[in-house]
Nanobody
Framework: QKQLVESGGGLVQPGGSLRLSCAASGFTLEDYTIGWFRQAPGKEREGVSCISSSGYTTTYGDSLKGRFTMSRDNAENTVYLQMNSLKPEDTGVYYC????????????????WGQGTQVTVSS
């Protein structure tokens, strides 16, 4: 059974940093494309970043590039999302998801999801 578990969310002040983790069990992360998504209250789920099985990474949205970085630790079977210079508009539930396809910011392409972790950016 494929499982993804996110952790690392919390309350942080504007300008602060957080590192989210997504640990997999039941499958090998590096064999899949892994995406990070987020959903703010009343808004649709949006793609944040993605890493393919080959290690290619991309971040979606000009507002995130340069602030969010995704990485993978194959030995730990875990992917990370480093988030710097956080802004209030980054608030939301962050999810990781897995798929057997190319990197995409479209959530419907990912069949396997974690339960999400809350990130709140507020002073």
């Amino acid at each position: 059974q494929k499982q993804l578990v996110e952790s690392g969310g919390g309350l942080v002040q504007p300008g602060g940093s957080l590192r989210l983790s997504c640990a997999a069990s039941g499958f090998t992360l590096e064999d899949y494309t892994i995406g990070w998504f987020r959903q703010a209250p009343g808004k649709e789920r949006e793609g944040v970043s993605c890493i393919s099985s080959s290690g290619y990474t991309t971040t979606y949205g000009d507002s995130l590039k340069g602030r969010f970085t995704m990485s993978r630790d194959n030995a730990e079977n875990t992917v990370y999302l480093q988030m710097n210079s956080l802004k209030p508009e980054d608030t939301g539930v962050y999810y990781c998801a897995a798929a057997r396809n190319y990197c995409s910011g479209y959530h419907a392409l990912y069949p396997y999801w974690g339960q999400g972790t809350q990130v709140t950016v507020s002073s």
